[in-house]
């Protein structure tokens, strides 16, 4: 059962523009969020997270936004550059069987064109 | 950030045979590490925990007998697709974390790339 969910596989914006990747989750126990990058064949890297006691969290061109009540975040990229084109995964973190891991939404790739 | 290295970036191998991927955090001591793996256009789906010095705790459903995971060093984990056949060709990637680091902190491999023939 997928408790983190992108509903978008796939977004394109022209570069200069603004970049928004959405996220929904369902389970209310989760508290902490993450987004990372993901070239092809490569491991995931850290971008920005955001505790569910905010409700934006930024890093120079990216901001995270969180709605709790809505259960949905997004992740903002001002202004986007075609170096960003990659996958973008939204993950909560949860605690698995023996300490904390990540719980994956299915990623959303996006394509910054020139 | 730190830096965790995996090996081999890729295999292929014969069904039936077994493949050993190693996961190493190469300028921190990582107590936990998570394995997780991915197919096409799908999520990271998580694998299993392992904690240095005990036996990894798998997610439901991974079967623990298939994947062999050891953590026998604060710097080195192992895992083992044993009799591996095509349906297991997938990407593995592992991360890392210390209790020295945000407890959010997970640092990825490159991963790995299995192909079963």
């Known amino acids: 059962d997928q408790q983190v969910k992108q509903n978008s596989p796939s977004l394109s914006v022209q570069e200069g523009r603004i970049s928004i990747l959405n996220c929904d989750y369902t389970?209310?126990?989760?508290?902490?969020f993450l987004w990372y990058k993901k070239y092809p064949a490569e491991g995931p890297t850290f971008l920005i997270s955001?505790?569910?006691?905010?409700d934006k969290n930024e890093d120079g061109r990216f901001t995270v936004f969180l709605n709790k009540s809505a259960k949905h975040l997004s992740l903002h990229i001002v202004p986007s550059q075609p170096g960003d084109s990659a996958v973008y995964f939204c993950a909560a973190l949860t605690n698995s069987n023996s300490g904390y891991a990540l719980n994956f939404g299915k990623g959303t790739s996006l394509l910054v064109t020139p | 950030g730190a830096v965790v290295s995996q090996h081999p970036s890729w295999v292929i191998c014969k069904s039936g045979t077994s493949v050993k991927i190693e996961c190493r955090s190469l300028d921190f001591q990582a107590t936990t590490m998570f394995w997780y793996r991915q197919f096409p256009k799908q999520s990271l789906m998580l694998m299993a925990t392992?904690?240095?010095?005990?036996?990894?705790?798998?997610e439901q459903g991974v079967e623990k007998d298939k994947f062999l995971i050891n953590h026998a060093s604060l710097t080195l984990s192992t895992l083992t697709v044993t009799s591996a056949h095509p349906e297991d060709s997938s990407f593995y990637i592992c991360?890392?974390?210390?209790?020295?680091?945000?407890?959010?902190?997970?640092?990825f491999g490159p991963g790995t790339r299995l192909t079963v023939l």
């Open positions: 392992s904690n240095e010095g005990s036996k990894a705790t798998y």
């Open positions: 955001i505790s569910s006691i905010k």
């Open positions: 991360s890392a974390t210390s209790p020295g680091l945000l407890y959010n902190e997970q640092f």
């Open positions: 389970n209310s126990m989760f508290d902490y």
